[in-house]
T-cell receptor, first 114, second 112 residues
Framework: GAGVSQSPRYKVAKRGQDVALRCDPI?????LFWYQQALGQGPEFLTY????????KSGLPSDRFFAERPEGSVSTLKIQRTQQEDSAVYLC????????????FGEGSWLTVV | DAKTTQPPSMDCAEGRAANLPCNHS???????VYWYRQIHSQGPQYIIH???NNETNEMASLIITEDRKSSTLILPHATLRDTAVYYC?????????????FGQGTTLQVKP
């Protein structure tokens, strides 16, 4: 597609429920990033993939957060046993290494844990 | 990656130029200056980036001082749709990760 696509756009989860957020990067983009953005804050880095390899997961806040990109294209961010502090916008981004390494973001998945 | 400092908020009259400053006094020689903006309820949008020369595209101009310790993003004719949070970020473009580290940004309010 033309841009980074994320789904679902909005998700309400009950505390303790598992959620999965999907990201379709721009076609041909090797690099993929996940960010978490709490209300009123700037995005915070979670993890980075180069093709299917997860090269940096230093930003994942706990072992309840897991990301995968098994075929080097679509990625899924999974949050197990959600807690209220997980409520945030989860942003996916992909990078075009061919033209200045510009990073392009999706619209985000808004997660509310009740 | 070097840290940046931006004013928390700014106002601008519609139709006038908006000049958004950014300090990055600890920038390294191989770090680029990137600007992104985030309109309410949307993902961050790339605006422009530069290394040491001034840059211009269809959205904005980027002026980087000669010592590279500060820069200014210029929106030449601000419109109401330019109301957003503007982030100034420095990073090594070709680093292994190349991840963006966001600060708090500047909230620009364009007023009619």
């Amino acid at each position: 597609g033309a841009g980074v696509s994320q789904s679902p756009r909005y998700k309400v989860a009950k505390r303790g429920q598992d959620v999965a957020l999907r990201c379709d990067p721009i076609s041909g983009h090797v690099s993929l990033f996940w960010y978490q953005q709490a209300l009123g804050q700037g995005p915070e880095f979670l993890t980075y993939f180069q093709n299917e390899a997860q090269l940096d997961k230093s930003g994942l806040p706990s072992d309840r957060f897991f990301a995968e990109r098994p075929e080097g294209s679509v990625s899924t961010l999974k949050i197990q046993r959600t807690q209220q502090e997980d409520s945030a916008v989860y942003l996916c981004a992909s990078r075009d290494q061919a033209s200045g390494n510009t990073i392009y973001f999706g619209e985000g998945s808004w997660l509310t844990v009740v | 990656d070097a840290k940046t400092t931006q004013p928390p908020s700014m106002d601008c009259a519609e139709g006038r130029a908006a000049n958004l400053p950014c300090n990055h006094s600890t920038i390294s020689g191989n770090e680029y200056v990137y600007w992104y903006r985030q309109i309410h309820s949307q993902g961050p949008q790339y605006i422009i980036h530069g290394l040491k020369n001034n840059e211009t595209n269809e959205m904005a101009s980027l002026i980087i001082t000669e010592d590279r310790k500060s820069s200014t993003l210029i929106l030449p004719h601000a419109t109401l749709r330019d109301t957003a949070v503007y982030y100034c970020i420095v990073r090594v473009a070709a680093s292994n990760t190349g991840k963006l580290i966001f600060g708090q940004g500047t909230t620009l309010q364009v007023k009619p």
